[in-house]
Each structure stands twice: as structure tokens, then as C-alpha cells.
């Protein structure tokens, strides 16, 4: 469920784990909406979590916005990295 080798190349590549980072906090949120998923799987009717999800979705995709906009590479190389969804070329 967590990719640790996709955390350890950011981690490496912004001075020794810049968590503040765009790509770090996307990576997190990815892995937060993994263990959501599944827990909701099991708990259909969990509305809490529900919404906890739908606010954690919101997060991920405003920030993948901000980067696709700041430095369209770097984005292309996080959704490689993260293989979350079809690569799109803007």
C-alpha cells in the first residue's frame, strides 16, 4: 500500500526529506485515501470516514493542480511515480 521507494527518492532529492513538499504531501494523501478505501470497503455506512475521504480527495487534487500549473514536470513525474491515474498532457 505505501510505495516507501517513491518517499525515499523525494525525500533524497529535496535536501533530506523536505516534507513540505508538494510531491511528499501528494504521496501521503494518496497513501491516507488508500487505507480509507479499504477501511470503507469493510464499513459501507462509516459517514465520518466518508467525508474525511471526500476532504482528503479535494486536498490531493488541488495540489496536483498547483503543480501541473507551477512546473508541469515535476507533475508528469509525480503521476508516473504514482501510477494513480492516466497520464494527461496539458
Known amino acids: 500500500m505505501v ?6 527518492v523525494i525525500s533524497q532529492k529535496e535536501n ?3 516534507r513540505g513538499s ?4 501528494v504521496v501521503n494523501f494518496t497513501n491516507k485515501i488508500k ?13 465520518s470516514s466518508q ?7 479535494g486536498k490531493r487534487q488541488r495540489l496536483l493542480n ?4 507551477k512546473n508541469i514536470e515535476r507533475y508528469k513525474e509525480l ?5 494513480s491515474r492516466e ?3 496539458r
Open 35 to 47: 487505507k480509507l478505501t479499504s477501511h470503507l470497503e469493510l464499513h459501507k455506512k462509516d459517514s
Open 22 to 25: 508538494v510531491e511528499f504531501q
Open 79 to 83: 503521476i508516473r511515480g504514482l501510477d
Open 16 to 18: 533530506k526529506g523536505n
Open 51 to 57: 467525508r474525511g475521504l471526500r476532504k482528503i480527495l
Open 3 to 8: 510505495k516507501p521507494s517513491l518517499i525515499s
Open 66 to 69: 498547483y503543480l501541473s500549473k
Open 87 to 89: 497520464k494527461k498532457t
